[in-house]
């Protein structure tokens, strides 16, 4: 089956009208991946930002030793 003039056309027409809706898929699926591995890494009581292992940390530490990442704001 061989595509004719107007079936490039329309094929050409899509894909430029998909375009923009996959990047923003792309983007969206990109951030939701950052969100659940930052909160993985909160939950393995890691830096979010850099992953660093929190663990054996004086109790009372506020910012990443390694990045300076805020981990706890107070209330
Ligand atoms: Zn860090």
């Given at each position: 089956?061989?595509?004719?003039?107007?079936?490039?056309?329309?094929?050409?027409?899509?894909?430029?009208?998909?375009?923009?809706?996959?990047?923003?898929?792309?983007?969206?699926?990109?951030?939701l991946m950052r969100v659940v591995r930052q909160d993985r890494r909160h939950q393995q009581t890691q830096c979010p930002d850099c992953g660093y292992r929190l663990q054996g940390l004086p109790p009372g530490t506020i910012h990443c030793p390694e990045c300076g990442y805020v981990l706890w704001r107070g209330r």
């Open positions: 089956m061989w595509l004719t003039g107007d079936d490039i056309e329309y094929a050409f027409f899509y894909a430029c009208m998909l375009a923009p809706v996959a990047a923003f898929v792309a983007v969206l699926i990109i951030s």
